[in-house]
C-alpha cells in the first residue's frame, strides 16, 4: 500500500525568506501523480501545485516549486519570498494510476508559521 | 463556474442524533469523493460515488455511515446516531471523470461536525 510521510510537523520562516517542506512516499507503481495543498485557517482545502512522476521537470507556480526526485521517492515544497498569506497546514498527497487511482492518500501535514 | 460547494459548514449534534452533510460537485462533474479529516491529521478516503452510483466504499464505517449521490440533488453523507468520536471536517471533492488519469481533484470548504 502506497503510503505518504511528512516528518516535519511545524515549520517557521521569516517573511520574505524561502522555506523547504519535506516529504517522502512509499509505492510500487511507476506512473502516479504528486500534490501539495495547503489547508489556510479558513481550512478551505487549496491545490497549491501538482507534479507527474512521468514528467522529469519539477513543477513551478509563482513563488512555490517542487524538488521531485523520483529514484529517493522525495517530493519537497520550496516558498520563495514568504508572506504571511502562507501561513496555513500543507499536506503532500499522492494519486495512483492503477487499484483505487481515484483516491488521494494524504500526509500528516507540516504547520507553517511566517514570522513578521 | 462555481467551485464544490458544501453544507453546512458547521454542524453541531448531539450524541444519538443524525448529521447530513451536503455537497454540490463543480458543473460538470460527475465524480464525487468524501474524506475526513480528523484533528490533526490528514485526510482519510470515505467513499467515491458517480451518479446514482457508489464505485467504492471502502473507507466508510461499516455501521451508521451511508453515502448517496442521486441523479437529481447534491450527493448526501449520513450518520446516524453520531458519537463524540464522528466530530471531524468531513471535505468533498469532485473531479469530471477518471478517465484523464491524474486529473485534478477539487475540494469544497469542508463541513465541520461537533458532537456534543
Known amino acids: ?39 489556510p485557517p479558513s481550512r478551505q482545502m487549496i491545490l497549491v501545485i501538482r507534479q507527474e512522476a512521468y514528467k522529469q521537470q519539477n513543477a513551478t507556480e509563482n513563488r512555490f516549486s517542487v524538488n521531485f526526485q523520483k529514484a529517493a521517492k522525495s517530493f519537497s515544497l520550496k516558498i520563495s519570498d514568504s508572506q504571511l498569506g502562507d501561513a496555513a497546514m500543507y499536506f503532500c498527497a499522492y494519486k495512483g494510476t492503477v487499484d483505487s487511482n481515484y483516491q488521494l492518500i494524504w500526509g500528516a501535514g507540516t504547520k507553517l508559521i511566517i514570522k513578521p | ?45 470515505m467513499v467515491y460515488l458517480q451518479k ?17 449521490f442521486p441523479k437529481e440533488g447534491p450527493s448526501i453523507l449520513r450518520i446516524q446516531q453520531v458519537v463524540r468520536g464522528d466530530s471531524a ?28
Open chain 2, 89 to 116: 471536517a468531513y471535505f468533498c471533492a469532485s473531479s469530471p471523470r477518471l478517465g484523464i488519469s491524474g486529473n485534478t481533484i477539487y475540494f469544497g470548504e469542508g463541513s465541520w461536525l461537533t458532537v456534543v
Open chain 2, 52 to 68: 446514482e452510483n457508489i464505485i467504492d466504499e471502502s473507507g466508510m464505517p461499516k455501521e451508521r455511515f451511508s453515502a448517496e
Open chain 1, 1 to 39: 500500500a502506497q503510503t505518504v510521510t511528512q516528518s516535519q510537523p511545524e515549520m517557521s520562516v521569516q517573511e520574505a525568506e524561502t522555506v523547504t517542506l519535506s516529504c517522502t512516499y512509499d509505492t510500487s507503481e511507476s506512473d502516479y501523480y504528486l500534490f501539495w495543498y495547503k489547508q
Open chain 2, 1 to 45: 463556474n462555481a467551485g464544490v460547494m458544501q453544507n453546512p459548514r458547521h454542524l453541531v449534534r448531539r450524541r444519538g442524533q443524525e448529521a447530513r452533510l451536503r455537497c454540490s460537485p463543480m458543473k460538470g462533474h460527475s465524480h464525487v469523493y468524501w474524506y475526513r479529516q480528523l484533528p490533526e491529521e490528514g485526510l482519510k478516503f
